[in-house]
């Protein structure tokens, strides 16, 4: 694969990296609760991960032509978000002096992160869509491994992206209990937001 496509992968990519969403909401809600925005981030990887090598393996191709599997990952994506949303509403992530999180809460943050964006439809065809789109036939790397490098790439830039996002949240509004509270509001609400869409598309569609 030549430099020329590597590049321009990670320029479209890196748009929807940036572009606010669920991954952002979490990102933020694990920074204002502090010491779990590593586990966090990672289990939000994970899911990008999960989706690079569904696509590697083909298997992409046949759930996007399952329209009864789309839409039970659509449903169940969608209601895990409202679901979360919900929680994050009523047990604010506001950070407080003097408190640590339990030694299972890494875990739990991990899981969680793994469902939001492994549940996550719009994730599943994203990368549908793009990984075949820049892949080179005549190039001497074998397809499927171009698909998973590009999916690398793709998660490198979420894991600086979304770190940025989780360590600022924790850095700047550590000492800012009003700021945090509305941050943490609007990212619950930014989950609900994204779980309703997700829903309303699929009873349109």
């Given at each position: 694969?030549g430099?020329?496509?590597?590049?321009?992968?990670?320029?479209?990519?890196?748009?929807?990296?940036?572009?606010?969403?669920?991954?952002?909401?979490?990102?933020?809600?694990?920074?204002?609760?502090?010491r779990?925005?590593?586990?966090?981030?990672?289990?939000?990887?994970?899911?990008?991960?999960?989706?690079?090598l569904?696509?590697?393996?083909?298997?992409?191709?046949?759930?996007?032509?399952?329209?009864?599997?789309?839409?039970?990952?659509?449903?169940?994506?969608?209601?895990?978000?409202?679901?979360?949303?919900?929680?994050?509403?009523?047990?604010?992530?506001?950070?407080?002096?003097?408190?640590?999180?339990?030694?299972?809460?890494?875990?739990?943050?991990?899981?969680?992160?793994?469902?939001?964006?492994?549940?996550?439809?719009?994730v599943?065809?994203?990368f549908?869509?793009?990984?075949?789109?820049?892949?080179?036939?005549?190039?001497?790397?074998?397809?499927?491994?171009?698909?998973?490098?590009?999916?690398?790439?793709?998660t490198?830039?979420?894991?600086?992206?979304?770190?940025?996002?989780?360590?600022?949240s924790?850095?700047?509004?550590?000492?800012?209990?009003?700021?945090?509270?509305?941050?943490?509001?609007?990212?619950?609400?930014?989950?609900?937001?994204?779980?309703l869409?997700?829903?309303?598309?699929?009873?349109?569609?």
């Amino acid at each position: 694969m030549g430099f020329k496509t590597f590049a321009a992968f990670w320029a479209v990519s890196f748009l929807f990296v940036i572009t606010p969403g669920a991954d952002w909401a979490y990102a933020i809600s694990a920074g204002l609760r502090g010491r779990v925005v590593v586990p966090a981030v990672g289990g939000l990887l994970s899911g990008h991960l999960l989706a690079t090598l569904i696509v590697t393996a083909g298997v992409g191709g046949i759930v996007a032509g399952a329209p009864a599997v789309m839409m039970g990952m659509t449903i169940a994506g969608a209601a895990y978000l409202v679901w979360l949303g919900v929680n994050l509403l009523r047990h604010p992530s506001v950070p407080k002096a003097g408190t640590t999180e339990e030694a299972d809460s890494w875990q739990q943050w991990v899981i969680k992160g793994a469902c939001i964006s492994g549940l996550n439809p719009k994730v599943f065809l994203l990368f549908l869509a793009l990984l075949p789109q820049f892949t080179e036939p005549a190039s001497a790397w074998p397809i499927p491994l171009q698909m998973v490098t590009l999916g690398l790439v793709h998660t490198l830039s979420c894991a600086v992206v979304y770190l940025l996002i989780g360590f600022c949240s924790e850095s700047v509004l550590k000492a800012r209990p009003r700021a945090a509270l509305l941050v943490s509001n609007s990212s619950g609400a930014a989950m609900i937001l994204v779980g309703l869409l997700l829903l309303t598309e699929q009873a349109l569609g």
